[in-house]
């Protein structure tokens, strides 16, 4: 079992800037695919980014340029810097992690993760 917790959520104006963390416990791995998914009320969860054992990374072509994931193994936690936020981020935010490899076409896909994180809210306020 993995247990995963997100924090660093919170409202911010357009163009602003927040840091996501989330830290795994339990039976967790570097070699572990982990990802960043998003849902906004009355919409799908979708995958915004996504980062595999060897460092390889995947974003949703919404967020390419403007959002930074990455991984520290060595404290279990995983990240997601996000830059020039827009009101269209708004959205609960969900760490994601799942044992062994994803095929890359399917790393963005919320069915490929068995793992789930409770969420943190970003608000973004034009």
């Known amino acids: 079992q993995v247990q995963l917790v997100e924090s660093g959520g919170g409202s911010v104006q357009a163009g602003g800037s927040l840091n996501l963390s989330c830290t795994a416990s339990?039976?967790?791995?570097?070699?572990?695919?982990m990802g960043w998914f998003r849902q906004a009320p009355g919409k799908e969860r979708e995958g915004v980014a996504s980062?595999?054992?060897?460092?390889?990374?995947s974003y949703a072509d919404s967020v390419k340029g403007r959002f930074t994931i990455s991984r520290d193994n060595a404290k279990n936690t995983l990240y997601l810097q996000m830059n020039r936020l827009n009101p269209e981020d708004t959205a609960m935010y969900y760490c994601?992690?799942?044992?062994?490899?994803?095929?890359?076409?399917?790393?963005?896909?919320?069915?490929?993760?068995?793992?789930w994180g409770q969420g943190t809210q970003v608000t973004v306020s034009s």
């Open positions: 339990g039976s967790t791995s570097s070699t572990y695919c």
């Open positions: 994601a992690a799942q044992p062994g490899l994803i095929l890359p076409w399917l790393r963005l896909r919320r069915d490929a993760y068995t793992y």
């Open positions: 980062i595999v054992g060897g460092g390889t990374i």
